[in-house]
């Protein structure tokens, strides 16, 4: 029989029956329980004396969601076993309960995503933070190319699911929300647009272990210092899409962040006075700078990825995040046709977008 779904009240006993807190911080009522809305039922357990457990659990209603999550906890595991330099990344894995398609992993409770470090309203836009990124997503993709293809628990991936959009089974369309059927219409009738998908598809070439699912969300932050010079300590959460696909895919959806924050900010700032919006030249110094880190976080040998190609692909993104946006809407959101215009002025013109919106020369 498969376990009961954890909720709020049974995740302390449960974390007490696998030894992962203590009775007596129970007792003495250290254990806080923290909901966290998401596709899986998570969990934001911490203990007062700092440490903490951060729980995530499949949903029986997602679809896919068991098989998703075991991914990830195959792949925490593997990264443990290997000793993987990843290790310093990602949070550490403290139990992958398969019967329970559950995960526990060490609370971070004082990094914040980099949604909201990029938001925190200090003078400046932390350009370094995405300079730091980039470096990381390139640890990350030469840390697991020397492991080789066949090594990833989930084989070689296939494109990403946007690729698909333009030609969407019945059984989506059966279910689909207004929102989401306006920008089904508005990419089947543009050119650009499905162009766009079609050459994500047509390029994609996997070459090592990506995470699959980089953004704002699933990068956590905390400013650190050393030598009184600013450090980060980031690392990558969600590893649920890792699969063994194309590396240019991870760097675009991270650079789709940083286009996507810079947007809805200039939407933001038109209607409220006191926001100010980050500067065209915020985006391209945090473009440049996140381009940088990346390459020579590759060392010598490295040949250097095809911007325009990753402008592309970046445009795809954004065109996946429009549908998103919209997908469980009865209207159609500013916000995605704010992303399809940005998405398909990129697809015009890729090479000047990589060189004048992005920085990336
Ligand atoms: N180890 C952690 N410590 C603190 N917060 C975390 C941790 N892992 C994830 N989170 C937070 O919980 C959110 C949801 O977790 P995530 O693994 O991304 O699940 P989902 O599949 O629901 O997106 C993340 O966006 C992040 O803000
Ligand atoms: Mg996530």
Redesign the pocket.
Known sequence: MTPRPLDVDTVAPYLLSRGLIDEEDVFAGNVCVES?A???R?F?VSVSNGRGV?V?QADPATAGSSGTVGAEGAFYRRVREERSELLSSI?ALLLHDERASLLA?????D?T?LAAHCRSGEPGFPVRTWQELGALLGHLHRTEATRGRGTVASGPGTPPWVTRLHRPAPSMLSTLSQGGLAVLGIVQASPVLVGGLRLLADEWHPDTGVHGDVRG??V?VRETSCDEEPAWDIRL??W?SQQFGDSLWDVACALETLVRYWALSLQVAAHDPRRTAISSSELRAAGAAFWEGHIRSQGSGYSTPDATRLAAYCAARLTQSAFQAAADRDELPRTAVLYLQISENILAAPGEAAAELLALT
């Open positions: 966290v998401g596709r899986n998570s934001k951060f995530k949070p992993v060490e609370l971070l409770p990094h995503t969300s699933n956590l959460v969600d649920e």
